[in-house]
């Protein structure tokens, strides 16, 4: 770490210093060795420092989980929630402090699982942040049990004898939320697409979903094996107003044009088991953004404490 990201946070809010991305590095992630969890937190150090985004005005927002530990080693401000309630906590702060750049990190067991609630109505709220779901089909942290994301016939300890249903799939899931408005999938282990989908994500105006499929090699080391050793399973959905990186021409031979307006095309294509696509699903940057629709009018902290206990005085005995 630069001796620069230490005072990064007591910096003033204008002053003009040029941030690299190690210079958003809190402290080296603590994952396992090959965890995909290592190229999520590159990609997204890349944006921070492309963006130039100030270190006091970006928070980081998860769960529990491997993935959940984001907050803690982005040189940023954080929150780490409990388990399935990410979003809700980053949904307040947009409210509250709408001109914060939010990211929330959550895994597949912490945003469909625990979390599902949440996560269908911080689809529909559209506020405006950028959500990565670290999907590794598992629960890693908590030491192998099957979430809604597993295989259907995948072992794990609390399926020992294999997962009995099939697997939920959050791109699906997503798409069928009112209001969604940016539903992506991208892959740890193609970094050029992880980066370009996390800058559309950034740039779009509202809640931008983003399933990243996530390698664990303790625990589900097979199951995205046969993708990232023969690129030709795998489809890049490209487009103007979606993800398309040239340099991945020459590895990814399959392309399709994909107009992520298409909500449509955007359904049928998750519902495919054919091959796997990457890329912008849906983009819609026009649709009703909570915070802009349900601002909070700005008070003073005197007053939020007055407003405080008034409320308390009614209920006291
Ligand atoms: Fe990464 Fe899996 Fe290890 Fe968790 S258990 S740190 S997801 S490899």
Not at 102 to 111: A, K, L
Not at 223 to 252: C, I, K, M, Y
Request: proline share 6%.
């Amino acid at each position: 770490m630069s001796s620069l990201a230490i005072s990064l946070l007591d910096l003033e809010p204008d002053a003009a210093v040029c941030l690299e991305a190690e210079d958003y590095e809190r402290r080296p992630g603590k994952w396992c060795s090959g965890c995909g969890d290592f190229g999520a937190m590159n990609a997204v150090k890349r944006l921070l420092a492309k963006e130039q985004l100030q270190p006091d005005r970006t928070v980081f927002v998860s769960g529990i989980g491997c993935s959940s530990r984001f907050p803690h080693y982005v040189n940023a401000y954080g929150f780490h929630g409990i388990h399935g309630r990410a979003l809700p906590v980053a949904t307040g702060i947009k409210l509250t402090r709408p001109e914060l750049d939010v990211f929330v990190t959550m895994g597949d067991g912490d945003c469909t699982s625990i979390g599902a609630g949440h996560w269908i109505h911080a689809t529909r709220y559209n506020a405006n942040m950028v959500v990565m779901m670290l999907d590794n089909n598992i629960y890693g942290l908590t030491k192998n049990q099957t979430s809604p994301t597993t295989p259907q016939g995948h072992k794990s300890m609390t399926s020992p004898s294999g997962a009995v249903l099939p697997a939920l799939d959050p791109l699906q899931a997503t798409l069928g939320v009112s209001n969604a408005s940016f539903v992506a999938q991208t892959a740890d282990w193609v970094p050029a697409h992880l980066y370009a989908t996390l800058q559309a994500a950034y740039e779009h105006p509202g809640f931008s979903f983003i399933r990243i499929l996530q390698r664990c090699p303790k625990f589900t080391p097979n199951v995205f094996l046969q993708h990232v050793q023969n690129p030709d399973l795998t489809e890049l959905l490209v487009h103007e107003n979606g993800v398309d990186v040239p340099s991945l021409e020459q590895l990814f031979k399959a392309r399709r044009k994909h107009d992520p307006l298409n909500l449509d095309d955007a359904r049928a294509l998750a519902h495919r088991s054919d091959m796997l696509r990457l890329g912008v699903f849906y983009r819609n940057d026009s649709l009703p953004v909570y915070e802009k629709i349900r601002a909070v009018p700005k008070v003073s902290a005197e007053e939020k404490v007055a407003r405080l206990n008034k409320e308390f005085e009614r209920y006291a005995v």
